[in-house]
């Protein structure tokens, strides 16, 4: 079995200390919580966030690479909710845009409730997911080995979020991109764009950047490829990444395929990224500062043990 290992890892009052920090001594605005909710999870796969849309309890998928917050077109019709057309695109895995939307009477998300409420639906077979739409207006925290969700008031004193007990911690600058958290990374050295995908399993990137960015060589598709992966302050080794196609169109003539295999690649390459799922994720606590712009990244908390079985009557 391959392990995960932390490297390079800097005490948390080496992240903090300096000039910057002085500055921001004066600073008195505490972390406010606003919401918590215990989500939940089977395995090592994505949390799933408990929602209630017309009194109805639904569980959908925490995602930090979707743009709205979305129910699956089988949980709009069970719930009687009318489907009519969107101003919204949705995109299904072909490419093909989706634009239906419904109106909720009420949608409640722990503490937090709204009315009339507009939710996206997904492309046929697509699933419910917690988006950001849904996240941005707040800090979210969110430590994925005891599945707890906290969204906090974003008026407090920079870099005052660390609430929680940790040795180290990464702290990365945070950009929302095509609606995806994105930060910089490294892998093997070689910088390129993480996209931090809550809804996905495990950590992908395209065959052109594995080889024009990488090095690892051409027709990679369907490999692995086993390396080290920088956050920032955080070093992690033994880390597999899975190679992907770069997403070419195989339909039309022999010259169109051609065409779509030559504009994937360069789409590729024009920003290389490497997404970043669940199986990493899983291990790590994250507190996404929307109003700073900022990530921070420490280790996350121990995953609770399963409750023990009731015991057993004796037999007579």
Known sequence: MRHTQLLIILPLACVLAGPAAAQEAACTKQLKLDNEIQMESRGPGPSQVPVEIDGTRQNLVFATAGTAT????????????AISPSDLALYDARGNAHSNKVTAKSFAVGTMQGSNVELSVAPPGGRGLFSLSHMLPFDIDVDFGTDKLRFFSQDHC??????WQASVVGVLPMTIDKGRVTVPVEIDGKALTGVIDTAAMGLRFKDAVADKVLGLGEGMTGKSHTGMLRLNQLGLRNIKFDIVSNGAIESGSITATA?????????????PEVVIGMDLL???????AFGEKKLYITPASARPAPAAAPPQPAAN
């Open 70 to 81: 979305q129910i699956s077109e089988d949980t709009a019709k069970s719930l009687g909710l």
């Open 158 to 163: 920079p870099g005052g979020v660390l609430y």
């Open 259 to 271: 065409r779509n295999r030559s504009a994937a690649l360069q789409n590729a390459l024009a920003q």
């Open 282 to 288: 899983r291990k790590l606590h994250l507190y996404m």
